[in-house]
Nanobody
Framework: VQLQASGGGLVQAGGSLRLSCAAS????????MGWYRQVPGKQRELVAS???????NYADSVKGRFTISRGNAKNTSYLQMNSLKPEDTAVYYC?????????WGQGTLVTVSS
């Protein structure tokens, strides 16, 4: 299984970015898909997740600003990030879980300037 994340970059505070994650591999179904982020010296933290059925979960710090979704083929996830703040600066990782394993993408850097 491979996860390809894209969409990171530099944006000013108040701006928007959209992250994408495409999962591939000989897997019957990707269950949960999610986005995590990490800054140096801190643990990786959940940003948002979405189940195969579409149930979503968000970190309190991003509720109302970020939206996670899945593509029609269910093997892609998107993280729409609006009203970005400098504290959103981090490396963002996509993650997916099958019934037997968890997989991580390579990370994409999001930098929000003040």
């Amino acid at each position: 299984v491979q996860l390809q994340a894209s969409g990171g970059g530099l944006v000013q505070a108040g701006g928007s970015l959209r992250l994408s994650c495409a999962a591939s591999g000989n897997i019957f179904r990707f269950e949960d898909m999610g986005w995590y982020r990490q800054v140096p010296g801190k643990q990786r933290e959940l940003v948002a997740s979405i189940t195969f059925g579409g149930r979503t979960n968000y970190a309190d710090s991003v509720k109302g600003r970020f939206t996670i979704s899945r593509g029609n083929a269910k093997n892609t996830s998107y993280l729409q990030m609006n009203s970005l703040k400098p504290e959103d600066t981090a490396v963002y990782y996509c993650r997916t879980a099958t019934i037997v394993a968890i997989y991580w993408g390579q990370g994409t850097l999001v930098t929000v300037s003040s």
